[in-house]
């Protein structure tokens, strides 16, 4: 009897798991991101999600009652999750032209039953790239340092902005213009770690990611860098590892060494990310004050750390370290908005202000702040006091300058004449405070005035 009761117990359990394994799941089917254009061959991404896997993926464009299968994948995937990459345009399927198309992408669960999930969206095609000009000022850029540029767009277009090297510099409507206009501005950072003669581009982009580019007059001029040597002791490792990372693992010399170096690429990858949080006006004016002290670093100065004699990393600092007194109040460079002030890593207590159009400022090692996120604070306001948060032997303030997220050497933004030459001479009456209608930013071959150029600096 006994049995015969276990028998039917595990008959049932055998055929609840057979018909759940028939039935089987559908895929969970969804873009990377919104596919809304196509173009030439567009490359797209899916993530598909179920508990058996993938046994075909297929995506099909249409239009005009034509259709071209292009992808069909059936190569088996029994994982949870899989991202698949394909292109999609007019490279795979030659019948389309502008105008609407549909694209249905589909995903078969692997399992018995294959079930199919598709999604269905009707994306525009634009075949023809959008237009970009620049202005046809001479522009004189400092290793390390930002300058400005105009530009014109014209046709299809979503993004346009400068490009350097590996960064990317949004551009913004002039001040007082609508969002979409055609005339527009970009301020770009030329990161130090560029070679001199890497060549800024314009560029237009259209929601096919069809681009268009063009370049304009630059003259970069070079910069020699400071390089030091800091001798860590065992005091200084121990006072930065239980200030940072007071739980982590690991002796404390490999400790040390992952906070300078892997949490500094985070920090950096944060304070890049907050260039997201901008505000599309212009929040300052006047020429930007230096932190009153003993400065004690430089800008883009390369690091050897040694400790008992052996080197044991290498970086490069961002920014001035400044002292002056303990606890000293620390001021604002310029008026701004709070979009960071708390812990950040290696800077420790610090606050983030943002200027506007992609311009902001850091303030670390602070040990006590007085502003929150969103605060609005006029040019020389505390902000809190200088201490010694984060990675710093010593009560100091560390203070960077950012242009859409890369650090750049502050001394120009000091320079009021530098200030009105390279930055609001270019983009309108708004910006200068001026009340005639008809001055407006230049976009002839020859420039207004003969540039000034700002002074070397280390």
Avoid at 88 to 107: C, H, I, S, W
Avoid at 164 to 171: F, L, Y
Avoid at 189 to 205: Q, W
Avoid at 376 to 395: C, E, H
Wanted: hydrophobic content about 40%; overall charge positive.
């Amino acid at each position: 009897m006994l049995l015969r009761i276990l028998a039917v117990i595990l008959l049932i359990i055998v055929l609840t798991v057979g018909v759940v394994f028939l039935l089987g799941k559908k895929v969970d089917l969804k873009p990377e991101q919104a596919v809304t254009a196509i173009g030439e061959s567009t490359p797209i991404s899916y993530i598909a999600t179920a508990p058996h896997g993938v046994k075909r993926f297929t995506a099909v464009l249409e239009q005009n009652g034509q259709r071209q299968v292009v992808v069909d994948d059936r190569q088996k995937f029994a994982g949870v999750k899989r991202i698949y990459h394909f292109l999609a345009g007019r490279k795979q399927a030659a019948f389309l032209q502008e105008g609407d198309a549909k694209l249905t992408v589909t995903a078969q669960s692997n399992d018995l039953w294959g079930a199919k999930t598709s999604d269905i969206s009707v994306v525009h095609v634009s075949l023809r790239p959008p237009m970009v000009t620049a202005d046809g000022l001479q522009h004189y850029i400092n290793q390390g340092g930002a300058e400005l540029v105009l530009l014109e767009v014209g046709g299809d277009w979503t993004e346009a902005g400068v490009r350097i090297g590996p960064d990317v510099a949004r551009s913004f409507p002039l001040p007082g213009k609508p969002e979409d206009s055609k005339i527009r501005f970009s301020l770009f950072p030329f990161s130090y770690a560029l070679p001199a003669e890497t060549i800024p581009v314009v560029f237009a982009k259209n929601a096919a990611g069809t681009e268009a580019t063009a370049t304009f007059w630059t003259k970069v001029f070079p910069k020699t860098f400071h390089k030091s040597v800091i001798d860590v002791t065992t005091q200084n490792m121990q006072k930065v590892v239980a200030d940072i990372d007071p739980n982590g693992t690991g002796d404390l010399l490999t400790r040390f060494v992952h906070i300078n170096r892997d949490m500094r690429l985070e920090n950096n990858k944060t304070l890049a990310d907050l260039r997201l949080k901008t505000e599309h006006k212009m929040l300052w004016s006047g020429p930007f004050e230096p932190i009153l002290g003993k400065r004690e670093s430089y800008f883009a100065d390369h690091r050897t750390y040694m400790y008992e004699g052996k080197k044991i990393d290498e970086q490069v600092h961002l920014g001035f370290d400044i002292a002056a007194s303990e606890h000293m109040p620390v001021k604002a460079a310029n008026a701004g908005k709070v979009v960071w002030a708390g812990r950040m890593g290696i800077y420790g207590n610090c606050v983030v202000l943002d200027h506007g159009y992609g311009l902001q400022t850091l303030y670390g090692h602070m040990s006590r702040l007085d502003v929150k996120v969103g605060d609005m604070v006029a040019k020389k306001q505390s902000m809190g006091l200088s201490g010694s948060t984060g990675m710093a032997f010593g009560d100091h303030v560390h203070f960077s300058m950012l242009v859409e997220g890369v650090q750049i050497n502050p001394i120009e933004w000091w320079d009021e004449h530098w200030i009105h030459d390279r930055i609001l001479s270019k983009i309108g009456p708004e910006a200068l405070g001026k009340k005639d209608p008809m001055a407006g930013p230049v976009l002839s071959k020859e420039p207004a005035s003969k540039p000034r150029v700002a002074k070397k600096h280390r």
